[in-house]
């Protein structure tokens, strides 16, 4: 015995006296490393930019001793050019490294698979960040990080403004390594994501629609999601056994989509809506879904975002279809001051079938004004309610299984929490089939979600406090405007090639300014003018635009009194046809726009503004189409501008379009674009096409309008044209000798 235990110590004591720190200052060094490296050793890695390079770690630890390569200085090892961290190793851990400004092509930046053959398992990522790794164009996809392996972990980690097509961070299960995998994602902090225009802007994916008969058993726990409005999902869940649980979703225009696998549980998870449009909750779909025990809070989201939507199915859906509910639960959530859930949502010709086998018990719906509990698009009676309760004030006629009962709002942390009757008792339905039953007499809850408020704070406290990297600095001040003062057109080039300010404001003090060359707006850039000033631009060369606005940057006009009938160019301001990742933006604020002979904006293919404003200019004697955001025309769901504000304005003798928008294709996965066209006046527009097109816009506003003698003998004045349901409100217009107006069934006026 004396012997074994000597032996034991013996074998400790060289474990330890091998395990090594190995400072590494470049990538040669660190493959040395990585090739030489045994359990228990940290390789540490020195502070500074490591550009262009493709990370590659091979080496294997063990469960007690893993072999960790860390960050110098947390935050201060800079990863930076076209980069990549690739693991194919075992128990190895990356620690306090910064990924920023860079890109990846088409790779994942952090990848847990060193080739086809080769998966990392028991890895772990942690007190990371990766922040605008985007690849340069908007539609080059990639993923920023792709689990493959088994048991593999992503935590405390922080990433923000992921602009380019792809799944932020995507698990795989393309083969038996990869299945079943165990992974945890959890404490990390995911910032903005901006509208993608287009489909695949999800933050996490969990499988595929090929691999969706298999089970993943990722746990999803404890993060922090603010603002992500990259889609409509939030989280894609596209395989089985998979566990989204104590997060907060705070202000994200999308939700957790239970898309495609079968007994996925959501449970103790918050979202603040905080009256956010589009902010959403779970969507339902498949076989022995389970959403328990989470709060709602002012989610405004509606159709597939509402809080809470149930889906329709397919009959004898393939499983990368729509297969129908069955043996969901939906038990103890709290909706308050939220937008109706949506039951049997989907219903057409295709998405045929109701959910059947579905619990739906203990639920509360608060609300502080009269509003509808749920909307239902179907049959219900495959839905079987038990101890729901609402507010008193509910005027709608509700199913069995709902009672309007007093209930009194109690304040915890931020939001105000409902605490449910705990009278409730749950009965297992006998309309459930037996499988249904098994799994929930295994998991009853005798205690009505979120009665703890304590449990809430600490939630509340987890996603504020402890999700992300630790070293993080604060919040940076904002950059003050750098001013020029510009008499000619030399004056404006030179100032805004000149800019490094990145946030410039250009005024202009003279009155001809004559063009040589394309204006090119890379940074955040104002052009003003004296009031009153009147002022004439020219330009007689071959570009077929005067200003372009480059992707990241945005223009502003304020005030300007131009004449522009010294133009020769096809438009007046267009953006970035690179296909750049990041947005642009335009405002033009009451300024006259004359003798304009080409387009005003055109938004070019690939490109995408995050907003468009327009608000109380006027147009006179202008020609071509005034916005045009149509070339967008691939039918993939792309477009190139989130939200158009045109208001207040005032249109005289134009000839060609006001306004043309196209979002072609048939996904359901976005927002937009939203038009806001309201209060303003046309008279004497004719075109030979409508004058304002809208073709695949998600919601529009055309309202308070005023147009005179507009296409009164040509095409008509306005036309909606939708492949998939849209929201439109065409009202209190006055149209006086102008064409007709062409709606369609998506159209309330």
């Known amino acids: 015995m004396l012997r074994l235990l000597l032996i034991n110590c013996y074998l400790l004591f060289t474990l330890f006296a091998t395990a090594n720190t190995i400072p590494v200052k470049n990538a040669n060094d660190l493959s040395q490393a990585n090739k030489q490296a045994k359990p228990g050793d940290i390789i540490v890695l020195q502070n500074g930019d490591w550009n262009d390079i493709s990370f ?26 076209n980069s990549k961290l690739k693991l194919g190793g075992q128990y190895i851990i990356v620690d306090g490294w910064y990924f920023i400004n860079g890109y990846s092509g088409s790779s994942a930046i952090i ?17 990371c960040k990766i922040e605008s790794f985007n690849n340069p164009k908007r539609l080059d996809e990639n993923y920023w990080v792709s689990f493959s392996g088994k048991h593999n972990r992503i935590d405390h980690c922080t990433f923000l403004n992921k602009l380019n097509l792809g799944v932020l961070m995507a698990v795989t299960l393309e083969d038996d390594e990869s299945r079943e995998n165990f992974h945890s994602i959890d404490h990390n902090y995911f910032g903005v994501r901006l509208p993608l225009a287009s489909n695949s802007g999800e933050i996490i994916r969990i499988g595929v629609s090929q691999h969706c008969q298999f089970n993943s058993n990722t746990q999803v726990t404890d993060n922090f999601f603010e603002h992500c409005d990259g889609e409509t999902e939030v989280v894609s869940v596209k395989s089985g056994s998979n566990v989204v649980r104590n997060n907060l979703f705070k202000e994200c225009q999308g939700g957790v989509v239970l898309r495609h696998g079968n007994d996925n549980t959501v449970e103790n998870n918050i979202f603040l809506g905080n009256g956010k449009e589009g902010t959403g909750g779970v969507r339902i779909i498949n076989k022995g879904q389970w959403v328990v025990n989470n709060l709602f809070y002012k989610c405004r989201g509606v159709d597939f975002r509402s809080p809470l939507s149930i889906m329709n199915g397919v009959p004898n859906s393939p499983a990368n279809r729509y297969v129908p509910v069955t043996d969901a639960v939906v038990s103890n959530n709290t909706f308050y001051d939220c937008a109706p859930i949506s039951l049997c949502e989907g219903s057409d010709t295709e998405r045929s079938v109701a ?41 709608q006629n509700l199913a069995a299984g709902f009672a309007k009962v007093l209930l009194v709002p109690r304040k915890s942390g931020s939001a105000a929490i409902i605490l449910t009757p705990t009278s409730a008792v749950l009965k297992v339905s006998d309309s459930l089939s037996s499988a249904g039953q ?8 005798s205690v009505p979600g979120f009665t703890d408020e304590k449990k809430i704070a600490m939630i509340e406290a987890n996603a504020h406090k402890n999700c992300g990297a630790s070293w993080l600095s604060g919040i940076q001040p904002a950059m003050i405007p750098k001013k020029a003062n510009c008499k000619n057109a030399g004056d404006v080039l030179q100032a805004i090639e000149k800019n490094k300010a990145k946030n ?12 040589e060359t394309p204006v090119v707006i890379t940074a955040n850039t104002t052009i003003t003018s004296p009031v009153g000033k009147k002022i004439s631009f020219a330009a007689d ?20 009194d131009l004449d522009l009938s010294g133009l020769a160019q096809d438009v007046f301001i267009t953006t970035d046809p690179s296909g750049s990742s990041a947005h642009s933006s335009f405002v033009m604020n009451k300024c006259n726009i004359k003798n304009l002979k080409g387009g005003f904006f055109e938004a070019a293919k690939s490109s995408v503004c995050d907003s468009v404003v327009v608000h109380q200019n006027s147009f006179t004697n202008t020609k071509g189409i005034l916005f045009n955001f149509g070339n967008e025309n691939d039918k993939k769901g792309y477009y190139n501008v989130e939200q158009l504000t045109v208001t ?7 000839k060609e379009q006001i306004l043309s928008m196209l979002r072609g294709g048939n996904d359901e996965s976005t927002m937009g674009p939203l038009l806001i066209f309201r209060n303003n006046s046309i008279s004497n527009a004719k075109s030979d096409q409508p004058l304002i097109y809208l073709y695949g816009v998600q919601k529009s506003f055309i309202e308070k309008n005023s147009f005179t ?17 849209a929201a439109h409100v065409l009202r209190n217009n006055t149209i006086t000798t102008s064409g007709p107006v062409l709606t369609n069934k998506f159209v309330t006026q």
């Open 438 to 445: 098994a799994r929930i007499s295994q998991a009853i809850r």
């Open 56 to 81: 590659s770690l091979t080496c294997s630890g063990t469960a007690e001793n893993p072999i960790i390569f860390k960050a110098e200085t947390s935050g201060k090892l800079r990863i930076t050019g």
């Open 648 to 654: 207040g304005n005032a249109v005289v003798n134009h």
């Open 355 to 395: 959910p059947n086998h579905v619990l739906f018990e203990r639920n509360v719906f608060y609300n502080s004004k009269k509003n509808l509990v749920y909307k239902s698009f179907d049959d219900i009676g495959g839905i079987h309610f038990a101890g729901n309760l609402t507010t008193q004030n509910t005027t």
């Open 111 to 127: 990848d847990f698979r060193l080739n086809k053959s080769t998966v990392a398992n028991h890895c772990r990522i942690t007190n």
């Open 709 to 725: 003698n507009c296409n009164p003998d040509k095409g008509p004045l306005l036309e909606y044209m939708d492949a998939v349901r």
């Open 504 to 515: 410039m404001v250009v005024h202009l003090s003279g009155s001809d300014y004559h063009f």
């Open 541 to 560: 060369f071959p570009a077929r635009f005067l200003f372009e606005i480059t992707g990241g940057a945005s223009l502003t006009l304020i005030g300007l």
